[in-house]
Nanobody
Framework: QIQLVESGGGLVQAGGSRRLSCAAS????????TGWFRQAPGKEREFVAA????????KYADSVKGRFTIFRDTAKNTVYLQMNSLKSDDTAVYYC?????????????????WGQGTQVTVSS
């Protein structure tokens, strides 16, 4: 069983920045894809970004391209989501997830393990 722990959420003003972290309970990321998803009230969970641990292949949702950056720290076994130029539409619970298939996918149904989520609220 893999446990993923997110941190870094909070309240931020529109135009500001926030960095989220996703740490695994054990060294398991090496062959996986780690993704970030978000879910706003009344909406479906949507893909934000994903990175394949082995070679750094990255995919972003169109809505965050140029504003968000996903990257990994192999020494800390942690994946980060740097969020810049935040908008009110970015307000959501952000989830970290791991896909053991090592395919960079955007459908949340494909991911095997999930964190508990961290709230990001952008005030306008």
């Amino acid at each position: 069983q893999i446990q993923l722990v997110e941190s870094g959420g909070g309240l931020v003003q529109a135009g500001g920045s926030r960095r989220l972290s996703c740490a695994a309970s054990r060294r398991t990321f090496s062959n996986y894809v780690t993704g970030w998803f978000r879910q706003a009230p009344g909406k479906e969970r949507e893909f934000v970004a994903a990175i394949r641990w082995s070679d750094g292949t990255i995919k972003y949702a169109d809505s965050v391209k140029g504003r968000f950056t996903i990257f990994r720290d192999t020494a800390k076994n942690t994946v980060y989501l740097q969020m810049n130029s935040l908008k009110s539409d970015d307000t959501a619970v952000y989830y970290c997830a791991a896909d053991t298939s090592a395919i960079v996918r955007t459908n949340h149904y494909e991911y095997d393990y999930w964190g508990q989520g961290t709230q990001v609220t952008v005030s306008s």
